[in-house]
């Protein structure tokens, strides 16, 4: 082990510690019909219940609501979720908390779901205005007070472990671009991970959502690691996302392993019950993974990206507006910036790559090649999946790059993981290249 010495003058010292924090986790089928005995373990006995219209009259959603009248939970429902939550939708769900009065909450649905319910739980706990707790440069980042209310966390897609972490993503409309609240207090008291609630996803759903898993484990397992990070002047500043170490890099490896065993089979037979289960288990892995070491550059990307959207829909997507889910819009930019970021740490991204299967014939110090196998393997998942040939596919060109590289700048949170550091030209270089791939 090595001892941390003092600096030299002048030199800033590096990090030694990294933590290792997620909320408990059941997991197994049927799951569901537990929650009213979790929340009134966890002493709650006035929830809101956080989903989307589309889910509202679902099974998941009349399990829960089942489950907690049963154990004599007092319940209100919010079913006004927006996918791809924005300021305007995060408002609406904290004035209704406030309004409400909650000891709880009980999240129903995907990675917007469970963020709304995150924020309300945090404004109605906390009230401020709602840039204080977010992420820096775009909003404040005021360290959040205390504790919050209980949240059990229902995931209804195998996709972003938002069950797991401290994280709440949302649309800033006046910026058209994603920014975010990061803080250890937001993460879940509970994830029920029911297989059943992911049974029935459109094809493309399942898609996005599962290249989410990949791309957030992937991108933790490359990221800087975390003792390359200078030390924080106090534990209390030490960030939720703290770079690669050794017990994330454990969750991260498992999971894609099971995305590359269990994706085109959880899309392409939607009654495929062990693959929907693998998916599931997957994402609550990666959650755990990036949750405590982050993710980077495809992340940071793809926030632009979803915001500056113009007229794309995908299939299987209620949506009215125009959308670039998120996991879509990760994954448009990941071979790019893996051919990238490889040079800069070739053996992890080589340890990606030979967990996707492929890179047994590069040389694990060769980073450009390594790049190219690890970005290769990704682009053909891409093209097995269905998703679009990179952002002209989806409605961009080069001229939006540097737009789109000046939406990503802000995103410290995530770009500054980067085991390669990417200055404006480098962006508008990556968003070019993300163009097409094939």
Not at 23 to 38: L, M
Not at 47 to 72: F, N, P, Q, Y
Request: proline fraction near 8%.
């Amino acid at each position: 082990m090595t001892r941390r010495r003092a600096p030299a003058p002048g030199e800033t010292a590096r990090e030694t510690v990294f933590t290792m924090d997620t909320s408990s986790v059941v997991f197994g089928i049927g799951a569901t019909r537990d929650v009213g005995w979790h929340v009134r373990r966890l002493g709650a006995s006035r929830v809101m219940v956080v989903t989307d219209a589309g889910l509202a009259g679902g099974r998941a959603v009349t399990s829960v609501l089942t489950s907690l009248k049963e154990a004599g939970v007092d319940i209100a429902l919010f079913d006004d979720v927006a996918i791809e939550p924005t300021d305007t939708s995060f408002q609406r769900a904290i004035a209704f908390a406030r309004d409400g009065r909650f000891d709880g909450y009980v999240a129903v649905g995907g990675g917007s779901v469970i963020d709304t319910a995150k924020a309300a739980n945090l404004y109605a706990t906390y009230p401020n205005d709602l840039l204080a707790y977010v992420n820096p440069p775009i909003g404040r980042g005021e360290d959040v007070p205390g504790p919050l209310a209980p949240l059990v966390a229902v995931p209804t897609t195998a996709g972003t472990g938002s069950e797991t972490t401290g994280v709440a993503i949302f649309d800033v409309l006046s910026l058209h671009a994603k920014t975010g609240i990061a803080h250890r207090s937001l993460r879940p008291a509970l994830g029920i991970v029911d297989p059943d609630n992911a049974r029935g996803m459109p094809p493309m759903v399942a898609a996005c959502s599962g290249l989410d898993v990949l791309c957030h484990a992937v991108e933790s397992l490359t990221a800087l690691p975390f003792n390359h990070r200078d030390a924080p002047p106090s534990p209390a500043s030490r960030p939720a996302y703290q770079g690669a170490n050794p017990v994330s890099d454990v969750w991260s490896s498992t999971a894609i392993r099971i995305v590359r065993d269990n994706l085109l089979r959880s899309i392409d037979d939607p009654d495929d019950d062990d693959a929907r289960a693998q998916m599931m288990l997957a994402a609550t892995y990666a959650g755990i993974g990036f949750g405590n070491a982050g993710v980077h550059l495809p992340h940071g990307m793809s926030y632009p990206v979803s915001g500056m959207v113009r007229t794309y829909r995908p299939a299987g997507y209620p949506e009215s507006n125009a959308i670039v889910p998120h996991g879509m819009a990760v994954i448009l930019t990941a071979p790019a910036v893996f051919r990238f970021t490889a040079p800069a740490d070739p053996e992890r991204h080589h340890r990606a790559a030979a967990l996707l299967g492929v890179g047994d014939d590069v040389d694990p110090r060769d980073g450009e090649a390594v790049g190219e196998a690890l970005a290769g393997a990704l682009e053909r998942i891409m093209l097995a999946t269905g998703m679009p040939n990179g952002l002209a596919s989806v409605g961009f060109d080069a001229s939006d790059a540097p737009r789109l590289a000046a939406g990503t700048l802000p995103q410290h949170r995530v770009t500054k993981l980067s085991p390669r550091p990417a200055d404006e030209a480098d962006l508008v270089a990556l968003f070019e290249s993300a163009l097409s791939y094939w």
